[in-house]
Each structure stands twice: as C-alpha cells, then as structure tokens.
C-alpha cells in the first residue's frame, strides 16, 4: 500500500522548510517506514542527501537491499532521485 502525503501537507512543508525540519514524527509515522529508512531520513535532514554506499553503511545492509529501500523512499514521495544511474546517484527530500 503506498501512502502519499495530501496537497495541504506538501503545501505546508514547502512554507515551512526554509525554517525548520519539515518532516515531523507524525508525517513520517504515515509512511510505515523501517527503522533503517528512518535513519535515512535523519541522516539526509543533517546532510542534504544520501547515496547507496552511505546507506550501506548506516544500515548495515548489502547494495542490493540499500537499493531497494532506497527506491522505497522515493515510491512513497519522501526521496527524490538526483543524478543518472550509477554512482552519481543522490537522494534528497521531494518537497
């Protein structure tokens, strides 16, 4: 089941994220994510973005289950997809 945010909160976190952290417990809570995905989520509020080797690394996960979390993150509009295919690959916040 993929959850998606409504026009009112995807409005909201646009006014909002030049000022704070957009992504509330609350918001995230509808989403039904893992608790590595969670700290996907923390990791990118603190850097910007993340690739698949970070993620690998903060998950302790292989490449193939990063990329597959990873392509969750985006299926359910938290992620965006920066960058071709590869290594060049980035993920930041859909906002």
Do not use: C
Request: aromatic share 10%; glycine share 4%; net charge positive.
């Amino acid at each position: 089941m993929t959850t998606t945010i409504t026009k009112r909160e995807r409005f909201v976190l646009k006014s909002s994220y030049r000022h704070r952290w957009p992504y509330t417990d609350a918001l995230l809570k509808k989403f039904n994510l893992t608790e590595r995905q969670l700290k996907a989520t923390t990791y990118v509020k603190e850097h910007g973005s993340i690739d698949n080797s970070e993620y690998q690394h903060l998950a302790n996960v292989s490449k193939s289950t990063a990329t597959r979390e990873l392509k969750e993150l985006v299926e359910k509009d938290i992620f965006i997809v920066e960058g071709s295919k590869g290594q060049g690959v980035r993920y930041k916040f859909k906002l």
